[in-house]
């Protein structure tokens, strides 16, 4: 690792990972900690926490905003542990002479959101830092949930399962480039910023049995499917065709060299779970949005590593996202 | 009536069915070889497609390929990354480049690590956006790194054309542009490379194209190039090397297309230059960028490529008459100026002169990795050693 720590450590990705299992885990190792879940699932089952802090620019984007995303985020890590959230807290760093307007539009956002997953604020922090120590507003969301569906985990994962999306990919990440590079589509391009705790509701009370789900946000789709090989012991293959990339999100990509696979998301998961309920599952993801779709299958052909099929019948493997992706994209 | 979309760009080149159609009549093509062949994807960006989409795994066993040189980020030696470096630590520059070369070690380390010391140094999709952050930062000096092939020259002499009409008083130029032919010309008067040059097509033995290593048989010439400088560029190589040269685009079709031109160059025993990336490419290419490259840039007597050293013509430097933009005079007595090899086991050297292929590195994926490199052809998106990790060898 390199002595200091780089844009880069904060990716999503493989240089994200070293630092967090090289620094982090190392001082604070322990069983739950290891797991490496979205939210970690305490109280003999029972709850799930999580915690997740905040620092998007530009701070109000299509399709969302810092306030939007702080509980999003946070629920949204809940939610995929199969669990209802239920309490959060709140702690905002705000830098001296921010304007007190936006930062109502922000807080109000956060009750939409709040209300959305049934969930309340219950404690909070607020510390105000003289300019330049902070840029704008960065916000901290803790919550915990009470867990519905027990015994869903990234570890868990065999080859009696598949693998189903809910949407289209890559639209938190290209919106938010599109914006800061000042590339102006005539386009209905919006982040899916989007609390999930509904759809997995949906899934449960449907009594589909989930093996996995876990939210891709920083690294996007191609870093959920390595850390579950890896988690799991599993080779994911992925047909490529299968994921759904909205045109504007190809567009961004080839302008700017991205892979969407690469791209955060904010709104948009995978689900592990039996082939037998693929298509119960996929029916009510396609309440939420008609392009949720199964994109791959597990296998043991290469063990810890996830496989892109072509249309035109090569492979190749997708990789873990590196390097410098794109800081502050939330 | 229906405008031109973005996707109209890309959606068609990518495919399948067009790309499974290719892939018959090469094989059908190639079994009429007389011999196997080498081909050499100059350019980066066309080891990337290739390996991206796994176009190796729809070739016959007598079509390989050879990855050259053409990685602006790959070439740049050592010393002129220290260049970039030294640069970035002066207290009133920012330092701003193009994507890739922030994540390059030079021997002090890289600009991202130099950045994360508190130079401000900073990555553009444009060299246009200099003149915002001379704009923005009018007590700093802002320093382009400018690095590329004939496709990005352009852009920086645009620059340049731009801060001298506008008087703009803040914006300086570290010169490291390269040109494509110089650096082909190099590769085949390479002893190993060199071929006979008879009048009949040459091809390689049966042993030798096993290995394929440094036995070039054509060239996929990069199409955005010649969109700049045209398809003249590329002239002697049919004519003086019989090499047959067909100037690519990089989708996967272009690429399934320009190989099946290839093949059939060899089995009609035609020698030529063709144009497969028509829908940009013309023989005189962009006249006008020629015109502004011509006005600000003039040939410096050599640059020193990694892997390759020091190729006569090969490197661009600003005109004399503009040397007070010129950040390599104006920093002079700070710039290193000694060579600095590579690290004694990366064989990127090697590499850029298809000699070796990146899984033949005994540190390849091991002690050298993206986020940890130790060679430049691990770093950029258009290094082979990148492309390989990246997309791994399922063939």
Known sequence: MTKTISLACGNGGEENNELISKVFYKAFKNEILEKSEDAAIIHGGALAFSTDSFTVSPLFFSGGDIGKLAVCGTCNDLAMMGAAPKYLTCSVIIEEGFELEQLEHIVASMKKELSINGAIVVSGDTKVVPRGSVDKIFINTTGIGEVLQKGISSNNITEEDVILLNRDIGCHGATIFATREGIEMSSSLQSDCTSLFPHVQALINANIKITAMRDATRGGVSAVLNEWAKQSNICIEVEEEKIPVSDEVKGICEMLGFEATALANEGTFLLALKKEDADAACEILRAFNPHAQMIGIVTNRHAKKVILKSAWGTSRFLETPTGELLPRIC | ?395
């Open chain 2, 1 to 395: 009536m229906m405008g031109l979309e973005l996707k109209n760009l890309y959606d068609d080149f990518r495919d399948a069915d067009t790309i499974k159609a290719y892939a018959q009549i090469i094989k059908e093509d190639a079994l009429k070889l007389p011999k196997p062949i080498n081909i050499m994807e100059v350019c980066g960006g066309h080891t990337h497609t290739i390996m991206k989409y796994g176009i190796l795994q729809l070739l016959p066993s007598n079509i390989k390929f050879i990855h050259g040189p053409g990685c602006p980020v790959c070439i740049m030696p050592k010393e002129r990354i220290d260049h970039a470096y030294v640069l970035a630590e002066q207290k009133d520059v920012i330092l701003v480049t193009l994507g890739d070369m922030i994540k390059v070690p030079g021997s002090k380390g890289s600009l991202q690590d130099a950045r994360s010391k508190g130079a401000d140094v900073r990555f553009v999709y444009s060299p246009m956006d200099c003149l915002k952050i001379a704009r923005e930062n009018p007590s700093s000096k802002v320093i382009f790194f400018a690095i590329g092939f004939e496709t990005t020259t352009p852009m920086t002499a645009a620059l340049l054309d731009n801060v001298i009409k506008n008087g703009i008083k803040n914006i300086y130029f570290h010169i490291n542009h390269v040109t494509v032919p110089e650096a082909m010309s190099a590769l085949l008067a390479d002893e190993d490379n060199n071929k006979s040059t008879t009048s009949v097509v040459p091809a390689p033995s049966e042993a030798e194209a096993a290995h394929p290593r440094n036995k070039i048989n054509a060239f996929l010439g990069p199409s955005h190039v010649s969109v700049i400088t045209g398809s003249k560029i590329y002239e002697e190589f049919p004519r003086d090397f019989h090499m047959p040269v067909v100037v690519a685009g990089f989708e996967p079709v272009d690429v399934m297309q320009s190989i099946s031109m290839i093949v059939k160059q060899f089995v009609e025993g035609r020698c030529e230059l063709e144009v497969e990336y028509k829908r940009a490419v013309t023989y005189e290419g962009n006249l006008k960028a020629q015109e502004l490259i011509n006005k600000y840039f003039e040939k410096a007597d050599k640059f020193r490529w990694r892997g390759l050293g020091d190729i006569p013509k090969s490197g661009l430097k600003l005109r004399d008459a503009f040397k007070e933009f010129d950040a390599e005079i104006l920093y002079k007595n700070i710039l290193p100026t000694q060579e600095i090899n590579d690290h004694k086991l990366c064989i990127c050297g090697d590499i850029l002169r298809g000699k070796a292929s990146p899984p033949e590195c005994t540190i390849f994926g091991t002690a050298c990795k993206p986020t940890s490199p130790i060679g430049s052809c691990m770093v950029s998106s258009e290094g082979a050693c990148a492309a390989y990790y990246k997309y791994g060898n399922l063939v």
